[in-house]
């Protein structure tokens, strides 16, 4: 089989003026090139048909003669590099055998200056970077804006020292959570806190809105009944949420213009108290929804409220404390006077043999509990406060009374104090101190074991748990409302905890487990529950 003949691509192909010396067709396979050598490049004959008149340097017709470049090739209109960079051969330092020398230059970026290093580097191996390319050194110099012969990476000035006060550290510490602060948890963030053997959810178990809520530090908003049923005041109207059913009930409506300072549940449940800026404190039916009753006599805000059996306490602006009988028509049976600042704490304990009120004089009382008839010498008497405790620097909000041990009494500060005392009411004495890093709200005491939990404002807002006498902090949720954690409510069970803040926005966290009841304790209690029942029915 006959194959046509191949055509000569010597004679056959153009070449173009204006090529340039780097193109593809000076890498083109050549016959005559030397095959052994790898580092030689392949280049393609001259064409006789047109010839280089470019001229040819002194050192270049050495080179030719040696062999290196071609006389008249492409290689003899390049700029070669006629020697190479020797570096300096390396100084010999006498050293002793125990001592080494050391060489306190980086490896990589060297202290010497950038542009006399350089400058001569290039003088030293014969090399113009302006000749070498200059369009293409040109647009790199515009791209990168970096000047030409000059290094990128250079030593500079060291940064300046963090200051070493105390204070300064302690400040900006307090103010991290502040520009730390996500709206939704990073990924791969802990969904739980809390030490190895005790962890704690950091997201609430649920969120209602609360629009209206006062933003204030020194009232008391919310309040969680025995019948499991919350109650919050927003703006001027109180409402009431329960939790099994989640239904939402508009209880009361206060005057136009006007705002709720306080509320509280009774001990039953079954009666809500609430408190006006005006002085007066109103009684309703929380099944009917109907008021029973006002009471007036106070000459400025009602800030908080208190019930011990038939007994409602309030606490006023003007630092006085009365003592409410709703059963009779004259209310007022005592007035407590012991604070010269407002009245915004105010806890009975279970027994209603104690009352404790804090204020912003910084000032915490603890009060008998035997309730007498205003003026007679047994109720002035008793007038005065059986403990005064003046630790806290800063308004004292936050007072709760132990569950399973009645004679503690915890209390914690303001901004200015952020301490938590733990008190014996017996003796008198002071157990225990906690400094915490933020204004103190609330506190709250667990039933079911050994541990309370404070609530903060500024700059925390955070709900820390504590273990009790250890006062070691069991957990921490940072940043639990988007705004200062002003009121908390504890549920009947003494599992929940519900927190309310100025972001209108009302939490409820699971922070302890009620212990599980075995069968046969269950059985019992059953039995006296229900032989209880019928003696109450049989009277």
Known sequence: MAYPPKTPTRHGRSRSETKTPLS?????????????????????????????????????????????????????????????????????????????????????????????????????????????????????????????????????????VASSDPLMTQARELVRPLYSRSGSAPAGASTTTGTK?????????????????????????????????????????????????????????????????????????????????????????VETQTKLRTMSGHSAQVGVLSWNGHILSSGCQDGSIWHHDVRVARHKVMELLGHQGEVCGLRWRSDGELLASGGNDNVLNVWDGRVGDVGTPSSSTRSAARWTKRNHTAAVKAVAWCPWQPALLASGGGTSDATVHIWNTTTGARLHSLVTPAQISSIQWSPHRKEFITTHGFPTNAIMVHSYPSMDKVAEIKDAHDSRVLFSALSPSGELVCTAAGDENLKFWRIWEAPKVKKKEAKESSRMSSTATGILTIR
């Open 24 to 160: 593809s067709s000076f890498f083109a396979p050549n016959s005559l090139a030397d095959a052994s050598n790898p580092f030689l490049v392949p280049s393609r004959a001259a064409s006789p048909a047109k010839k280089s008149s470019a001229p040819t340097s002194a050192s270049l017709k050495r080179q030719a003669s040696s062999g290196l470049i071609r006389k008249g090739g492409v290689e003899s209109r390049l700029d070669v590099v006629t020697r190479d960079y020797v570096p300096p051969p390396p100084k010999s330092e006498k050293r002793s055998r125990s001592q080494p020398s050391r060489d306190n230059r980086d490896r990589f970026i060297t202290t010497r200056d950038p542009a006399d290093e350089v400058a001569a580097t290039l003088d030293l191996m014969s090399l113009n970077p302006e000749s070498a390319s200059p369009g293409h050194t040109a647009r790199l110099v515009a791209a990168t804006g970096v000047p030409l012969n000059r290094r990128i990476l250079a030593y500079h000035e060291p940064p300046p």
């Open 197 to 285: 053997d005790r962890k704690i959810s950091t997201y609430p178990y649920k969120i209602l809105d609360a629009p209206g809520m006062q933003d204030d530090f020194y009232l008391n908003l919310i309040s969680w009944s025995s019948t499991n049923v919350v109650g919050i005041a927003l703006g001027g109207s109180a409402y009431i949420w329960k939790a099994e059913s989640g239904e939402v009930v508009l209880v009361s409506e206060g005057p136009e213009g006007s705002y709720i300072a306080s509320l509280d549940f009774s001990n039953d449940g079954g009666f809500l108290g609430v408190g006006y800026p005006d002085g007066n404190v109103e009684l309703w039916d």
